[in-house]
């Protein structure tokens, strides 16, 4: 049989940028190397290809994706593939775009009935000249402790929890020293979870794993993590996984997503963000998640890999026709 040549793209222009490393590393040596010839591609902090992407075009199969955070999960890094013809997992660029997006996200999902928490959108120009406004709504709309987080950003990065307005004026200082957009939602008591969800290419073909637990710990990481989640009932556990496929059905993603979630105390989950391009380190949540689940972690990257060959065909049908 002919090896597939995989290049692995990792690094980029985001604050994920060593998270991106782990990830491209954990996948280079997870791929089989009786299927696949793979390599690394190595982006740098400014966006610029170790080798260029029209060479890559010349000599790679498909492109694993590997990058966090903005450029890798926007749709930026997708739409670049796009344009070189080289077929790449993951989703592809309308629904990266989506996903990052919080705000948007969390209104598409609203619109289809799948529950939410209440949240404020605030750019930075209106909180410099409305601050006592934006204060005053959040404490009589959403009511303290609130959740402060920036609108487009991948894993933790910059989330608060707040109990008083002088803390929620910090925390929102701290998100605009680096991000234009920022979220401020009701603090949801409960037990928060994260499930991953694979597919083939198609959305029929989707399917979740086991969720895991998590427990913040604020003001910051680590969390602590348990998979399966104890103490939950069966039903409980579709639950989530049936949320979980339709958030990412509805976003549009293809590949794998992330999705986070609170369950309150009397069992209605609410869901937090999509995560598109999750971590792929050996100690990320969905690698220890389908492991939990009986999903080899070489196996997940067949499928991701598989998917982003159905893609390429449809595209090419698509042409063609």
């Known amino acids: 049989m002919e090896k597939k040549r995989v290049v ?25 190397p009786a299927r696949y010839e793979a390599r690394a591609v190595f982006v740098d902090r400014e966006g610029s290809w170790e080798i260029p992407p029209e060479e890559v075009a010349k000599s790679a199969d498909c492109a694993v994706i590997a ?17 070189h013809g080289i077929p790449y997992t993951g989703s592809r660029t ?3 775009a989506l996903g990052m997006n919080k705000f948007l996200a969390l209104q598409v999902f609203a619109d289809h009935g799948i529950r939410i928490p209440r949240t404020l959108f605030v750019a930075q120009s209106e909180w410099k000249v409305r601050e006592g406004v934006v204060a005053k709504t959040a ?15 991948g894993s933790r990065i910059g989330v608060a929890l707040v109990k008083n307005e002088s803390e929620l004026k910090d925390a929102l200082a701290a998100v605009f020293h680096s991000a234009n957009e920022a979220l401020i939602q009701e603090f949801i008591k409960g037990r928060e979870f994260t499930c ?22 604020f003001p910051a990481p680590p969390a602590l993590v348990m998979t399966p989640p104890k103490g939950l ?20 993603a293809s590949g794998c997503s992330r999705t986070d979630m609170v369950m309150d105390a009397k069992k209605a989950v609410y ?3 999509i995560n598109t391009v999750p971590g792929f380190s050996r100690m990320s949540l969905l690698v220890k998640a389908a492991e939990a689940s009986g999903v080899a972690f070489p196996r997940l990257l067949d499928i991701l890999i598989e998917g982003a060959e159905h893609h390429d065909r449809a595209h090419r049908a698509r042409r063609t026709a």
């Open 196 to 217: 991953g969800v694979f597919d083939y290419g198609w959305s029929e073909s989707a399917f979740p794993l086991l969720p895991t637990e998590i427990v913040p710990q």
């Open 233 to 252: 009932a069966e039903q409980e556990v579709k639950n989530i996984q049936k949320v979980a496929l339709e958030v990412h059905k509805r976003t549009g």
């Open 139 to 153: 404490a009589e709309y959403l009511g303290y402790p609130l959740i402060v987080k920036p609108n487009r950003s």
């Open 67 to 83: 990058l966090h955070g903005s450029y890798g999960e926007d749709g930026t890094v997708q739409s670049l593939l796009e344009r």
């Open 8 to 32: 692995v793209l990792m690094g980029g222009p985001s604050p994920e940028f060593g998270a991106s490393l782990k990830s491209g590393e954990a996948v280079l040596e997870a791929l089989d």
């Open 271 to 273: 869901v937090l963000e």
């Open 94 to 96: 309308l629904p990266s």
